[in-house]
């Protein structure tokens, strides 16, 4: 079992789903093998995969990088390894070190993923998600377990993809007091917002995002502002250590903005975003998700088509904004490297 900490060891992945991230992430460790091993000591093997439709594979030492970029690219069920386990059987039986859940996001009671981060820590897995279900709805139980077992429970991907915003706030914006943010959280709905901002009209912005892969299965998820709720919520777990219900949290979507809200902000000089907030005020916690008309001096007017954004509001700094992507395999991707650079250097709590 990987304990992990002070020197480096090789970790043994196991990836629970083998979409857009999962192969972002494949992708990038190929390509950086050596000079993650040379610059960071990290050493890894993936041991084991397993999707819903294509199976499990599994291999003690390592499963060839050259197939799993094969299968990257054609979407044929897995032939060599296979091994007749669903995900939580791969969880629970491989000799993977650490689990990346990346199946799909479920907002209503996170399964099947709550069930494989319970599993990984039950046997002594450290658990990186990509997936919003767990870290939306069982934060506090997540972070629990993984500490009784001395396990990491990481996240960086689920809030801003991969512009590093957890790790910002742990690190570099420490020993600042931080007394609210406000963001940019959902990449689509800004998108549609710019698109509108261009001329399109609302229908024509969706059918946009759409055809460009932007929506989720579910698009009343982006629109209607799910996605940026639970975003708000882990924030709120991993800033300010607040558990919030997402339903606390008031939302409102952007499908009642039409051209004529537009052209009205544009004559005062403004622009319309969907604006995630949380402010804590003399214990009083202020979250919500509303469409809101910017000056465009403020950062987060300036944040167009689907790009990301956070302001942090510090004592010591002022207003402090990180911009960046906000979705994607690769850059997805990336934040799960970071979180695995994380458990390497052993400095998770
Ligand atoms: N894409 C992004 O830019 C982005 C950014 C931040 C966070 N995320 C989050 O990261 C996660 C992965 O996103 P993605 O874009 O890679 O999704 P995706 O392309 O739709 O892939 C999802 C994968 O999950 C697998 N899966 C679903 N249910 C499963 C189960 N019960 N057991 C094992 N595998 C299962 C699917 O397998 P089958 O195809 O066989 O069903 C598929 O391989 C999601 O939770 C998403 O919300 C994504």
């Not at 008031?250 to 975003?273: L, M, N, Y």
């Not at 954004?309 to 207003?319: C, K, N, Y």
Request: aromatic share 6%; glycine share 8%.
């Amino acid at each position: 079992m990987l304990t992990n900490k002070g020197s480096a060891r090789k970790h043994l992945i196991a990836l629970v789903g083998f979409g857009t991230v999962a192969q972002g992430l494949c992708k990038i460790l190929i390509e950086k093998r050596d000079t993650l091993k040379r610059d960071h000591h990290f050493e890894f093997e993936i041991v084991a995969v397993s999707t819903r439709s294509r199976g499990t594979m599994f291999h003690p030492a390592g499963l060839s990088l050259s197939s799993l970029n094969y299968l990257s690219q054609n979407d044929t069920p897995f032939v060599e390894n296979v091994k007749d386990w669903d995900a939580e059987e791969m969880i629970r039986e491989s000799n993977a070190t650490v689990v990346v859940e990346l199946s799909h996001t479920n907002l209503v009671d996170a399964e099947p993923a709550l069930t494989h981060c319970r599993t990984a820590f039950k046997t002594g897995k450290h658990i990186i998600s990509g997936n919003k279900g767990p870290a939306a709805l069982a934060y506090s139980e997540m972070k629990g377990l993984a500490r009784k077992r001395g396990c990491a429970f990481l996240n960086e991907a689920t809030v801003l993809s991969g512009t590093p915003t957890l790790s910002f706030f742990h690190s570099a914006l420490k020993g600042n007091q931080i007394s609210g943010l406000r963001g940019v959280l959902n990449g689509t709905t800004n998108f549609i917002l710019s698109e509108m901002e261009s001329g399109s009209s609302y229908d024509d912005a969706l059918q946009q995002a759409e055809t460009l892969g932007y929506l989720e299965a579910d698009p009343s998820a982006d629109i209607d502002g799910y996605d940026a709720q639970a975003k708000l919520a882990i924030l709120a777990s991993e800033l300010f250590d607040l558990t919030i219900e997402l339903g606390d949290i008031k939302r409102e979507g952007i499908s009642a903005i039409t051209q004529v809200h537009i052209e009205e902000a544009r004559r005062e000089d403004k622009r319309w975003k969907l604006i995630a907030s949380l402010s804590v005020r003399d214990d009083k916690i202020i979250a919500q998700i509303r469409p809101e008309k910017l000056a465009l001096s403020d950062p987060l007017a300036q944040v167009n088509g689907t790009l990301n954004a956070i302001t942090f509001s510090t004592d010591l700094l002022g207003d402090v904004t990180i911009t960046g992507p906000g979705a994607g395999g690769v850059e997805t991707g990336y934040a799960v490297l970071s979180d695995l650079l994380t458990l390497n250097e052993g400095v998770f709590a």
